[in-house]
DNA sequence: ATTGTACTAGAACGATCGTTCCACTACAAT
DNA sequence: ATTGTAGTGGAACGATCGTTCTAGTACAAT
């Protein structure tokens, strides 16, 4: 699996402050002096794994979202995909690598901060992209909703993450992913708003 | 304001792992032998912080939802509430010690894990007795779908905490709330479901 | 055969960690 | 006036931290 995703793991499982270096070569069969020609420091390393998290474990799960016709069915997948993950996956219980990260946050890392921001920005756009197709339909929605609701599912996905960190089966999971999506449908798949007013 | 509160707010701002000994001694203005005379640890301190942000921080503005009759109106507000801590207090950016805290627990850190548990079955009962008043009226939705929903709030104001210790300014914030509102309100105060099927 | 590269295990560095201990002070109770 | 209690500032403990360094090994390229 290499040095970044072994390092990967561990962060993701424990969290940067309580990883130590030794933490690091046990886990991930690489020396120490191997782990420093590689990484300047053990945060520069931490960085990339940021980076290696967003590539190998979002973007292949996220990748229904980002597709040009996703709409809600887009979205439908991906959280179909994080569910099964969470039953059969030895990710279950780590919540999101990301996600995680902003509550340890040490003041004045500012470079980690826009790091996350950025990845945060990333997701609302695709979900605002997602929904504007769905939108497109029927333009029941102004686009200034739309990006509301992309907003909505951006925090609304944070919160399943991180409570999957904590719960241990995942049937109430389930049901929040089915809620939220109803929400969704609801807001941009049932009768446009026109009807109401002329009817 | 004391030694607890003090601890309190360190620990919230920073994480237990990110704040040292000497930075509990700087913020409390207590010493470290005070410390111990009233702590057997740095955990143990931890978790009696926890137990005060409870107390004085959760408590207090969670009250509304705790009524007999708190109903939908309970829960709004509640989070209206949170988003004016957002907006004036200097609590803004730390987000929940205890949804951060959750994000870094050490493997086999049982006991704060149940704290944690603990916590949130609490915050659920309570929003299931509000969500419960509130469909008593016409009985519109099962004793399970209001389980449903409340467990959906739960996690939908743990995403919400979450997201505040991101952001720069509340709209987004009050936007997420509005919609999370109106979606409860449209399971439990629209028509009768008998109505739908009768007509 | 030699050189260079990449890596290893692990010693060692100074710093900082949580914790304990000590001598001392302030002050209320007797 | 004496005692007891509670707390102080700070030294000191062993442990562990992130990082650097050294000596040695494996192996591909020349």
Redesign the interface.
Same mark, same amino acid.
Do not use: D, P
């Given at each position: 699996m290499g040095l970044l995703g072994n390092a990967m793991k561990t962060f993701w499982?424990?969290?940067f402050?309580?990883v130590s270096m030794g933490d690091l070569v046990r886990e991930t069969g690489v020396s120490r002096g191997g782990i420093y020609s590689d990484y300047s420091s053990k945060r520069a390393l931490f960085h990339a794994c940021i980076d290696h998290y967003e590539d190998v474990v979002i973007k292949p799960v996220f990748a229904p979202v980002e597709e040009a016709a996703a709409g809600v069915e887009g979205i439908r997948t991906y959280l179909e995909a994080l569910l099964t993950r969470f039953d059969t996956n030895q990710n279950f219980g780590r919540?999101c690598l990301v !996600?995680?990260t902003?509550?340890?946050?040490?003041?004045g890392d500012d470079e980690t901060?826009q790091k996350? &921001?950025r990845f945060?920005a990333r997701r609302t756009c695709s979900y605002s992209n997602a929904l504007s197709y769905e939108n497109s339909s029927n333009n029941r929605l102004t686009e200034a909703d739309v990006e !509301?609701?992309a907003?909505?599912v951006?925090?609304?996905?944070?919160?399943?993450w991180?409570?999957s960190? &904590?719960v241990q089966d995942s049937s109430?999971?389930r049901?929040?992913c089915d809620?939220l999506l109803a929400?969704l449908e609801?807001h941009l798949r049932g009768t446009p708003r026109s009807n109401y007013r002329t009817v």
């Open positions: 499982k424990f969290g402050h309580v919540g !996600g995680n902003f509550t340890q946050l040490a003041e901060r996350i &921001l945060y !509301g609701l907003s909505y951006t925090i609304s996905v944070q919160g399943l991180s409570y960190r &904590l109430v999971l049901q929040y809620m929400y609801s």
